[in-house]
Nanobody, 124 residues
């Protein structure tokens, strides 16, 4: 299983970014993809998740209405669209998956397979 997140960068408050997660080594249409983030000095937290078939599932309260998780199965790529970014969204963002765990509308487990992170910095 390989996951590679990209698309991070420096953005001003109120701006947008779209993170991508390129996947290989497993059946992409059969597993959920989760997005997590870790800010300096804080624990890693679940941000958003998309189902195996591409339906947006769990989104943390802090990002509801601003972030949207999705996937393009034909491209083996998942996305995290981030709008109305805030300084508190600054973190390293990771994508992850698992062959035996799935996310639901109200929960997001800690998946077992992780890609490297991509830094998102929201600052003026």
């Amino acid at each position: 299983v390989q996951l590679q997140a990209s698309g991070g960068g420096l953005v001003q408050p109120g701006g947008s970014l779209r993170l991508s997660c390129a996947a290989s080594g497993f059946t992409f249409g059969s597993q959920s993809i989760g997005w997590y983030r870790q800010a300096p000095g804080k624990e890693r937290e679940g941000v958003a998740c998309v189902s195996a078939t591409g339906s947006p599932m769990y989104h943390a309260e802090a990002v509801k209405g601003r972030f949207t998780a999705s996937k393009e199965i034909a491209k083996n790529t998942a996305y995290l669209q981030m709008d109305s970014l805030r300084p508190e969204d600054t973190a390293v963002y990771y994508c992850a998956t698992d062959p035996v765990l799935w996310c639901g509308n109200t929960y997001m487990p800690k998946f077992g397979y992780w890609g490297q992170g991509t830094q998102v910095t929201v600052s003026s």
